[in-house]
């Protein structure tokens, strides 16, 4: 049930990292976009952390 309200609320991120077993990055767009025409949110990284903004690491070290 849980899983079924993430996908229907967060459709685009459950397709980016469904079945991921490396490491990743999330970071919160909300406020720093706020002022701006296009507007950004929480977005989920793999691999590679942004370099832009401070985000919460999920560290997969043993590929799970």
Known sequence: MIKANIAREYPEQG???AYSDKSLFLAD?????KPLPVKRGVEIFQDV???DIRYL???NDVHL
């Open 57 to 59: 690491a999920l560290q």
């Open 15 to 17: 397709r980016i990292c």
């Open 49 to 51: 952390p942004p370099a």
């Open 29 to 33: 767009y909300t406020e720093q976009t």
